[in-house]
């Protein structure tokens, strides 16, 4: 192999830095049909080049071997908290969670969870003020971003409600403000058979069409979100705007105040996301009763964190994370041979799973993405 066929990067790479009959790999968010990646994917099929997608490297039971989504939990949790504690003390409510700090300013994720059990004592000394308690915080999922997420709230006085006993809990009463409650949402609550049927995952795997969103009847219970689900077209949305819209016009005022898509999917299950953010302008607030949006946390309505590379805010500690995973295969994939079909390359099957285009063509398993590439 000639020096420079191989190019490893991170994220995707502008259309006009592309170069012919290379080989690539990186996360290119295309296996969707992304609309905004479509480009670079052309270009990559038009130049003869290889694309291989550290998304789709997975073990032979389709478990990711390449991945930093723990770090995005990390960083969306941090961000979250950050700006909404800000949030709450611009509405005249002091919590400790105005002490917080963004992601990118505590340098390891260490000492960020040092800070957050400090957070997490003065909510023990102190409790929540009782305009927020019992506060609540639901996590869709249950994967590695998931982890992240649970990771850093693990560092609160937490404690687990299942999202069934919520409505429960609520009409029992007698919450303790010195606790944070999490709820883990999995997709039997996040969705149901639109005629009723017991929920059955392969099924809505297979036939995802049959299901409609379950999560609005929790929606009530819940003052924080964090979304750290995958999602794709053929699922249906999880938050839309008219479940929004019916949770506000309600008689009582709103618990829910604050979503992290830190899945980040602009317009997915998340509807009400319609932009991504950077880290210096990380939020906007959402407004369900006419759509509109407002940059900043200072003001009326939801925020809505959207920042799509979380993991950078913790550069450190994720660069070494993800340099070690990949490090396992820099020797397959440099040493392959690119001439050769692609069975007979010599990469290994983690790889070969993960190829998108091989020398210009879109391998079987994504030839699905044919409609969307032209």
Known sequence: MNPGEVILGIKEIPDEKLLDHKVYAFFSHTIKGQKE?????????????????YE??????????????????HAGTLDILHLMGKYWEYHG????????????DYGSVKRAQHHMVEIGRDIERHGLND????????????????????????????RFIAPEKLSGFFEKGGADSNQVYVSIFREEHLVRHRKNR??????????SENYGSDLERYLPYLSILLNAIYWDSRF?????????RRLYEGPDAPKLCGIADITCDVGGSIECN??????????????????????GHKGEGIVLLAVDNLPAEIPNDASRFFSNQLKAFI??????????SLKKSGLCPEIQRAVIAYKGELTSPCKNLEPYVS
Request: hydrophobic share 35%; proline share 6%; charged share 20%.
């Open 37 to 53: 990646n479509m480009p670079m994917l052309k270009k990559i099929i038009q130049g003869g080049s290889t694309l291989i997608d």
């Open 198 to 207: 017991p929920f059955d995952l392969q099924d809505y795997y297979r036939h």
């Open 131 to 158: 305009k927020l308690s019992p506060l609540v915080i639901g996590i869709l999922g249950y994967g590695n971003v998931a982890k992240g997420v649970q990771e850093m709230l693990h560092c609160l006085p937490v």
């Open 331 to 340: 020797g397959n994939l440099v040493n392959a041979d690119y001439d050769k």
């Open 93 to 104: 409510i002091t919590t400790p969670f105005s002490l917080a700090r963004r992601a990118m």
């Open 236 to 244: 249906p949305r999880l938050v839309t705007w008219e479940s929004l």
């Open 274 to 295: 319609v932009k991504t953010t950077n880290s210096e302008m990380p939020a906007y607030l959402c407004n369900p009763m006419d759509r509109s949006i407002t940059d």
């Open 56 to 73: 789709r490297v997975t073990d032979s039971q389709g478990h990711r071997l390449i991945f930093f989504g723990n770090y995005a939990g």
